[in-house]
């Protein structure tokens, strides 16, 4: 399997371009250099960077200046820290993992998509030469496997506009259910020596998700802790009836970093296959969990990421439920950062 140079370890700057108010107040202020300074100490090599459409373009799809004036912030911020960027394309016009947000069509609007390709071709224009320090995500997250056919058709496109004017821009590019591992052999795109798969891993997602108030049927007050033993996860799947959770067996009976490793068999055997880089882009814990266990399950994701090669980038820096900078993890933070 081919390593991704370059972007062996980051971070997510979740909340700032995406998933916000779009307030000028937020935009403004919620990330600055300080943040990339602070990032770059952590040991990173990069951070990743979640956009939406809206703050690019208009409601006809017209391209505004808006959101390129932050993301030159953060090219030259990244550039004087000496951090690589992936440009992450979080939510496209039709598009977004959260079906609250009702963007809803793009899969099936020809128009919809022509402004997906739009907006690539914009991003390739201003951001296409700035060599192997910045990476394009072509979307995150497509949710349904219904999808993929399209899918990959709407991909291939997209790397196809990219190319005309990028030869060798490297480009992320991800499967169905959330990124899942189980979905990165449905990837059919055009490969080169610039594309990458991505997946991402909240695994087990009882754990990493405890608490959250967007998981169906998930009590607020609920808790568990990591390493906890197949037995206990198992219970509490059935108690709460999450049925979209596998049952956990094998014959340690708890979490480890074998655990992940296994995980991992699946999208290293497509990535060689491939041959193309594997990444994981998004991984964390909410930070409702005690800190202890948060601190193990770190410990043991980074040990599987380490042996498999796998390169990476935590979710989240701020906030966003995952903020690895927040009060809350005070006094666990200096712990997490030798697990990234």
């Known amino acids: 399997m081919r390593k991704f140079a370059g972007f062996e370890k980051g971070v997510n700057l979740g909340g700032w371009l995406s998933q916000c108010d779009y307030s000028d107040e937020r935009l403004d202020n919620f990330i600055t250099e300080n943040d990339f300074k602070t990032v770059k100490s952590w040991g990173v090599d990069h ?17 505004t200046e808006r959101g390129f004036r932050y993301l030159d912030w953060a090219f030259e911020w990244a550039e004087k820290c000496k ?14 993992f959260d079906k609250a947000q009702k963007e809803a069509g793009f899969f099936e609007s020809e128009k919809l998509q022509e402004r997906f390709y739009d907006l690539w071709r914009e991003f390739t224009e201003r951001y ?6 910045v990476v394009f995500e072509l979307l995150n997250e497509v949710t349904d496997p219904s999808y993929i056919d399209a899918w990959n ?7 196809g506009i990219i ?11 991800g499967s169905y259910w959330n990124n899942s591992i189980d979905a990165l052999k449905d990837i ?15 695994d087990p997602l009882l754990f990493t998700h405890q608490g959250a108030y967007w998981v ?46 296994g995980r991992f068999e699946v999208a290293v055997k497509v990535a060689e296959e491939k041959n193309v880089p594997l990444y994981c882009g998004e991984y964390g814990t909410i930070k409702l969990a005690d800190k202890t266990s948060l601190i193990n399950w770190y410990k043991d994701i980074n040990a599987a990421f380490r042996k498999a090669g796998i390169a990476r980038a935590a ?21 997490i950062i030798k697990y990234l």
């Not at 296409?128 to 320090?133: A, E, L, M, R």
């Not at 979710?315 to 712990?335: P, R, T």
Request: hydrophobic content about 30%; proline content about 4%; charged content about 30%.
């Open 47 to 63: 951070v990743r960077i979640p956009v939406d459409y809206n703050i690019f373009q208009d409601e006809n799809g017209k391209t």
């Open 83 to 96: 951090l690589g960027v992936i440009l992450d394309l979080h939510k496209t016009a039709g598009f977004f």
């Open 128 to 133: 296409g030469k700035t060599g192997d320090d």
């Open 153 to 159: 058709e709407i991909a291939s496109k997209a790397i």
């Open 163 to 173: 190319r005309s004017k990028s030869k060798d821009k490297r480009i992320v590019v």
């Open 188 to 202: 059919d795109i055009p490969i080169d020596d610039g594309i990458v798969y991505t997946f991402h891993c909240y």
């Open 216 to 261: 169906d049927n998930m009590p607020s007050d609920f808790r568990i802790d990591y390493p906890g033993d197949f037995k206990e996860y198992n219970n509490a799947k059935d108690k709460f009836q999450f049925d979209f959770l596998p049952y956990y067996t094998g014959e340690k009976g708890s979490f480890s970093s074998e655990f992940f490793e």
């Open 315 to 335: 979710w989240s820096y701020k906030e966003v439920d995952y903020g690895l900078c927040d009060k809350e993890l005070v006094g666990a933070i200096d712990e």
